[in-house]
């Protein structure tokens, strides 16, 4: 992955930090969404993460009357909050300013207004304190954050799965990913919420839908299933949405939702497992036989789902592949896979220009983005 000059250049004061033999220590800022957050993470010479602090100020309250996210209410909402909580973050980790080898900022992908917020926070940090500034893409972020729960070695097979990515990937190291199959349309993610909202579930859906699921009877109702008959890795759940959807409209009781949301939950499993099953087989056909067990990491929002990580440890395990998903804290939206993303970038001298824009679109793999597009690109650029 080539991310360009105005994201990552080679600059003195990084290479220099690599040649130390101490530790890295990096804040680093997420704002791209509805959360405001901000952690301190500490990386060894061996590659391994501590995580110093983490503090999270989720905006639920402020968007559950609408359903959903508002964006401009978001980014006010980071106006008036990321001071505050950087503050916490620094305190948590027993740190001042001058501990920090660098600052990383999500500057994309998300929604623009937010990500603005943090990355102009991490550069005002870096400027007053002469700090390098790491640019993240807050998908790259999703990508390591395994790593902040224990010692994880690259290469692996990763399942980006979240409320706007739903990615199948080879990783190979930080900046160094192959995208293997993208959703064509809808994200899983955005799959529970649109229906969680059309059952009445209010805001946010997914983790509401999975809680009634579990006192529902999934074969009750037949869902569609999409792409049966391709024999690549990508997604599709925008007719799985659309026909629960209408079925939320004929429930009349609390049962009735309880069976469509595990219906759901299931048929939602079932795909990410069938085309995690395809990938699975493609990267252990390709990849060298003496390297070990393969591993498969699942990662983002949706692997916080308990009936999904179960599912897709199973097809790993049935595959031969090791299974690790993060932590729970780490698998929504955090600061310390950013801080941890800024601070492998940082270890290989890979520091951002101060006049770094934010980016509303920022693909993993760019090159097949643009070479290969499920979606049109537009002003703002390829979406995965």
């Known amino acids: 992955m080539s991310i360009g000059a105005d994201y990552s250049s080679e600059a003195g004061r990084a290479t220099d930090a690599t040649s130390r ?93 937010g990500v603005m917020v943090g990355l102009g926070f991490g550069k005002a940090v870096a400027l007053a304190r002469d700090l390098p500034l790491i640019a993240v893409n807050h998908l790259e972020g999703h990508a390591v ?8 070695d690259y290469p692996f097979l990763l399942l980006l799965v979240s409320g706007g990515h739903c990615q199948l990937l080879e990783v190979r190291g930080i900046g160094d990913m192959t995208r293997l199959g993208t959703t064509i349309d809808d994200a899983a993610g955005e799959a529970f919420d649109k229906i969680a909202k059309a059952l009445g579930l209010g805001y946010p859906g997914g983790p509401a839908l999975e809680k009634l699921a579990a006192s529902g009877d999934g074969s009750r109702f037949d869902l569609p299933r999409a792409l049966l008959g391709r024999k690549d890795c990508d997604f599709s759940f925008s007719g799985l949405k659309t026909a629960a959807s209408r079925l939320a409209q004929t429930c ?3 049962q009735d939702k309880a069976d469509l949301a595990a219906a759901v939950q299931s048929a939602i499993a079932r795909q990410l497992s069938e085309r995690a099953d395809r990938a699975m087989k493609d990267y252990a056909g390709a990849r060298p036989t003496d390297l070990g067990i393969p591993l498969f990491v699942v990662a983002g929002g949706v692997a916080a789902n308990k009936t999904i990580r179960a599912t897709l440890e199973a ?24 801080a941890l993303a800024g601070a492998e970038r940082l270890r290989l001298g890979l520091v951002s220009d101060i006049d770094t824009a934010a980016r509303p679109r920022w693909p993993l793999d760019e090159h097949s983005a643009l070479t290969a597009p499920t979606h049109a690109p537009g002003r703002k650029g390829a979406k995965a």
Request: aromatic letters at 4%; hydrophobic letters at 45%.
């Open 21 to 113: 033999p101490a530790p890295l220590t990096v804040l680093g800022l997420e704002t791209s969404c509805d959360e405001t957050a901000a952690s301190v993470v500490r990386l060894a010479p061996d590659g391994s993460a501590t995580v110093l602090s983490s503090v999270v100020h989720s905006q639920i309250d402020d968007h559950a009357a609408f359903g959903g996210v508002v964006p401009e209410i978001a980014a006010r909402s980071h106006v008036e909050m990321i001071d505050g909580v950087v503050c916490r973050a620094m305190k948590e980790a027993g740190l001042g300013y001058d501990a920090l080898d660098g600052v990383a900022a999500t500057a994309g992908p998300g929604l623009v207004g």
């Open 145 to 152: 954050s395994a790593r902040l729960g224990q010692p994880v």
């Open 252 to 254: 009349e009781t609390e």
């Open 315 to 338: 097809t790993a395990a049935k595959n031969g592949f090791a299974f690790l998903a993060p932590p729970m804290a780490y698998c929504t939206d955090n600061a310390a896979m950013i």
